[in-house]
């Protein structure tokens, strides 16, 4: 049985929920631990998937080290995670058909990411048709994920409702973000588990997934 309504907007998460980028970034933060001989360990980026940048960056100046300002290691990684992009885009599967079928549909999207706006502007740009509505990227928030603010911000600048909206997550930090904000969040499983907890959902993966059951949500 379909619900009554489609829903307002469909928010997306971009590194590990629109693309596979994670790798990206655990290599670049390897790569920028050995030039400046610091120590960074695979469960440390790992730790950090999800989180804004700013706070990531922190994170990594303390463990590594780095007499770097924020800013400065942003940028670098940022510059090197575009720099592979740019190369090759692993696309996670059932992403684009979805955003295809939701255009189509007149459904409103937004790219909610915590990476800066060039990148996520980079990536969308190489969808071979406009994806998105608008962006909300990490240098646009005052508070990253998992404060519910760049939900809010990407439902108030589509007009919408946060209850209304359905939003795609890989990561514990981004689903609580999507869940503090009210949206219907949806987590989908990919390089860390997301807990379980009463209410929560969790898909295995948006292949197959169409607007059909997206509506089921409402």
């Given at each position: 049985m379909f619900g009554k309504k489609l829903p307002a907007a469909v928010l997306w998460d971009m590194d590990g929920t629109l693309v596979d980028s994670e790798e990206?970034?655990?290599?670049?933060?390897?790569?920028?631990?050995?030039?400046?001989?610091?120590?960074?360990?695979?469960?440390?980026?790992?730790?950090?998937?999800?989180?804004?940048?700013?706070?990531?960056?922190?994170v990594m100046k303390?463990?590594?080290?780095?007499?770097?300002?924020?800013?400065?290691?942003?940028?670098?990684?940022?510059?090197?995670?575009?720099?592979?992009?740019?190369?090759?885009?692993?696309?996670?599967?059932?992403?684009?058909?979805?955003?295809?079928?939701?255009?189509?549909?007149?459904?409103?999207?937004?790219?909610?990411?915590?990476?800066?706006?060039?990148?996520?502007?980079?990536?969308?740009?190489?969808?071979?048709?406009?994806?998105?509505?608008?962006?909300?990227?990490?240098?646009?928030?005052?508070?990253?994920?998992?404060?519910?603010?760049?939900y809010l911000l990407a439902a108030q600048l589509l007009g919408v409702s946060p209850e209304d909206c359905v939003a795609f997550e890989d990561s514990h930090t981004g689903l609580t973000s999507a869940e503090a904000a009210g949206t219907k969040a949806i987590g989908i499983t990919n390089i860390v588990p997301i807990p379980e907890k009463p209410g929560r959902i969790i898909w295995p993966t948006l292949e197959g997934v169409r607007l059909r059951d997206l509506r089921k949500l409402f």
């Open positions: 990206y970034w655990l290599s670049s933060e390897q790569n920028l631990a050995q030039e400046f001989n610091g120590t960074w360990e695979p469960e440390d980026g790992l730790g950090l998937i999800g989180m804004s940048l700013y706070d990531s960056t922190k303390a463990k590594m080290g780095l007499e770097l300002e924020p800013e400065e290691i942003i940028n670098r990684l940022t510059d090197d995670v575009v720099a592979q992009l740019e190369k090759s885009i692993p696309w996670r599967p059932g992403a684009q058909e979805l955003l295809r079928e939701l255009k189509k549909r007149g459904i409103k999207t937004a790219l909610v990411t915590m990476s800066m706006k060039r990148m996520a502007e980079s990536v969308a740009n190489q969808i071979p048709f406009k994806a998105f509505d608008i962006i909300v990227a990490g240098d646009m928030v005052t508070h990253g994920k998992p404060d519910p603010e760049p």
